[in-house]
């Protein structure tokens, strides 16, 4: 196995056409990174640049210490599984999962102890006389996985290989995926735009957007401490709550209430606040940082209830505040006083976004 490597990574479509930029990340043996962002942000085309699909416009892309940059996609040695499965429509699975090791000219014999391997890690024994067109979409995703690994290689890629499946079977086969590539020890590059799947199964992510990387940690990091306004409010859901508030003194305010600041050399006129709907609590008598409004809008999630509170406010617009409360009490606009734990509370910069605290 080994390191992959992507230096200052740039793809240009066209003068104005820049769906990667400047992107610099390592993936280690046993490491799993996912590209994650929005569509259009230049995940899959940084993925299909480190496959040789796409060619390189400028930078570099090392596997080990070997130069591969502009290396012909059938020697990387690299394996790839697509959105679409990619089957071969009129061939059974055992031979869609023997196709890419026949054209490298493999031996009979250890073609089949790959093939058989591989089905009886992926639970396909049973299907292997099958076509495509007789499996389920999950049984389908499988095979797909399937033929990347019975390849052995040195680098693996998936590209949204689970946006295809329905919400029950998604949830099904990621479990299945961050068990098979975890014995695998070679690192995995993952491309998605679902959160949960970036949470769930990476041991490093990479959150994209127009083209640049936002953020490189690990997924608690990306969660408990974003970088800046957009990762904070593309990474989690229900979604943080951001205010934009003037500042006043220590504080910034929020409708009719002040909100402690933490100390800063400069006090700017505005700040944004950011607090996760999970970490908002009704308040009891000990806590000092507090706003009351009137609940509008109850969204019951099953487990939590969605409270949805406008800040009581003597100006023209009232902030909204977004609350996950326990299930067992109802709330049918009435007036409601919420805690905002200053531990829980991030401060951004209302023009660059960063973190200003």
């Known amino acids: 196995m080994a390191k992959l490597e992507l230096k200052n990574l740039n793809k240009t479509f066209a003068p104005k056409v820049i769906p990667v930029k400047d992107i610099s990340l390592s993936v280690e043996d046993s490491e799993f990174l996912t590209l994650l962002g929005p569509s259009g942000c230049g995940k899959s085309t940084t993925l299909r640049m480190i496959a040789g699909l796409e060619e390189v416009t400028r930078g570099k892309i090392l596997l080990g210490n070997e130069d591969i940059t502009y290396k012909r ?17 009129h061939m059974t699975v055992h031979e869609n999962l023997a196709s890419g090791l026949k054209l490298k000219k493999v031996p009979r014999g250890e073609i089949q102890k790959r093939v058989a391997e591989v089905a009886t890690l992926l639970g396909l024994e049973e299907l292997l006389q099958r076509k495509p067109r007789q499996l389920s979409g999950g049984q389908r995703q499988r095979v797909a996985v399937g033929r990347a690994l019975v390849r052995k290689a040195e680098v693996y890629l998936l590209d949204e290989p689970l946006s295809n499946l329905d919400a029950l079977l998604r949830e099904r086969v990621r479990a299945d995926i961050k068990q098979i590539f975890a014995a695998q020890k070679a690192p995995v590059v993952y491309v998605t735009h679902d959160q949960t ?82 970490h908002v ?29 406008r800040v009581t406010s003597s100006q023209t617009e009232s902030p909204i505040i977004r609350a996950l409360l326990p299930p067992e009490q109802s709330w049918h606009d009435e007036e409601i006083t919420l805690a905002l734990p200053s531990e829980n509370t991030h401060w951004f910069d209302v023009e660059s976004g960063d973190v200003r605290i």
Not at 237 to 265: E, R
Not at 287 to 299: A, M, N, S, W
């Open 197 to 278: 799947e970036a949470m769930t199964l990476s041991s490093k992510v990479a959150v994209l957007n127009n083209g640049y990387i936002q953020q490189l940690a690990p997924p608690a990091d990306i969660y408990n401490h974003p970088a800046n306004l957009f990762v904070a409010g593309f990474v989690g859901s229900p979604q943080m709550n951001l205010l934009t508030l003037p500042c006043k003194g220590n504080s910034a305010i929020i409708g009719d209430f002040a909100v402690n600041l933490p100390k800063l050399a400069t006090l700017p006129p505005q700040i944004v606040l950011g607090i996760r709907p999970e």
């Open 281 to 309: 609590r009704v308040a009891l008598s000990e806590d000092r940082q507090t706003v009351k409004g009137r609940v509008y809008l109850v969204e019951n999630l099953g487990m939590y209830k969605l409270v949805s509170v």
């Open 73 to 89: 996609a059938g020697d990387r040695n690299m394996a790839m599984v697509f959105q679409s499965y990619a089957l071969y429509p």
